[in-house]
């Protein structure tokens, strides 16, 4: 790991720390969305984490020392070239590490800022609440709703939790119920959050390559009782993963989706619970293979072989599931448990003080 370190324009103490992790750097989106910051009327630093560069690196300093220039708001630029892509949680966690600010803007490499988020820091500053997200519209159509906040309800049993974007995919001008609100968890692809909170419930699982991995930490947030907030009258614009759906998604990326989405389950489901878990978990294994088989992907000894690989990686992770609940456990003691549980069942804890 390398980092770069460059001075900006401002001097002084940064009040925020913009935090984009990317595969490639410099890259036309992240110019795009480092663009739209000048909306930003605070003195923020910017940290990258990237896996590799796309130019030699003087070019690389060079060409960030020239854009600088245009932006009279920024402290400080790090700039970090890992040796290898270890997924997104890791990055950010670096790039929390190396931040000097008390606020963590997260944001992905293929966003635009359409607001002034000094709003939000403020939230964070003044205590209302230790993570906020914005209203997030789709950068193709800005009429379409990409997330108006990130919910959560239970599955069909009651023993297992579902994590969803309200609203994606409808046309914003059609909502009638947009408030500021508490959410279970936020958007990876725009969030705020406060340094010391993200810290002391344990950062982003680094055993979460992709997908799932802002749900797993705002999932802890709330259950240790931290507040995190959906505010629609900030925006900004986002391209879009890709989808789960086997039809159309690799199958690498599903199966990172399913064992994720169980890790998550297994952190804050009770221990005498766990074969349910498991058994669950198992099936939708089956249900893949069994798909890939019909599917004529593969045969039937290869599709027994990935089952013992999925499932091994499952069993790998359980020591980040461990560590995690313990903290939820012995330092929390499950707090924020129950108003987790009252959101899945669809109760609002809607906050009419708070002015859009």
């Known amino acids: 790991m390398k980092i770069i370190s460059l001075k900006g324009r401002e001097a002084g103490v940064a009040r925020a720390s913009l935090i984009v992790v990317a595969k490639s750097f410099p890259t036309d989106n992240i110019r795009r969305l480092l663009d739209s910051t000048r909306v930003f009327s605070f003195k923020y630093e910017l940290v990258i984490v990237a896996a590799n560069f796309c130019k030699r690196e003087e070019d690389v300093t060079k060409s960030v020392i020239c854009r600088m220039r245009h932006f009279t708001n920024l402290t400080k630029v790090k700039i970090v070239l890992m040796e290898e ?8 966690n670096i790039g929390a590490m190396l931040a000097e600010s008390p606020n963590l803007i997260f944001a992905d490499d293929d966003v635009v800022v359409l607001d002034d988020v000094k709003f939000l820091i403020k939230y964070l500053e003044d205590g209302v609440c230790h993570g906020v997200q914005p209203l997030i519209l789709k950068l193709a159509d800005p009429r379409i709703v990409d997330s108006a906040g990130d919910f959560v309800r239970q599955n069909n049993n009651g023993f297992l939790y579902v994590p969803y974007s309200r609203a994606a995919g409808e ?7 947009l408030y500021v609100e508490e959410l279970p968890s936020m958007r990876g692809a725009f969030m705020i959050v406060k340094k010391e909170v993200l810290l002391e419930v344990g950062g982003f699982d680094n055993t979460f390559n992709f997908g799932y991995e802002e749900v797993d930490l705002g999932w802890r947030m709330t259950i240790s009782g931290y507040k995190l907030l959906f505010v629609p009258f900030v925006k900004v614009l986002h391209t879009g993963g890709r989808s789960t759906d ?6 690498d990326t599903v199966r990172m989706h399913l064992v994720n989405y169980y890790i998550m389950q297994l952190k804050i489901t009770p221990k005498h619970n766990w074969p349910y878990v498991f058994k669950c978990f198992l099936e939708k294994v089956i249900d893949l293979e069994l798909w890939r088989i019909r599917k004529m992907k593969v045969d039937f000894l290869n599709a027994v072989k990935d089952m013992l690989i999925i499932t091994k990686l499952l069993t790998q992770r359980l020591r980040s599931v461990q560590l995690h609940k313990e903290l939820l456990t012995e330092k929390f003691h499950w707090v924020g448990l129950e108003k987790f549980k009252q959101m ?13």
């Not at 086997?246 to 199958?251: A, F, G, I, Q």
Request: overall charge neutral.
């Open 171 to 177: 046309n914003v001008a059609s909502l009638q119920d």
């Open 85 to 92: 892509d270890l997924g997104v949680a890791y990055g950010r």
């Open 246 to 251: 086997p039809n159309r998604s690799d199958e």
């Open 344 to 356: 899945s069942l669809g109760k609002r804890f809607i906050h009419t003080s708070i002015s859009t």
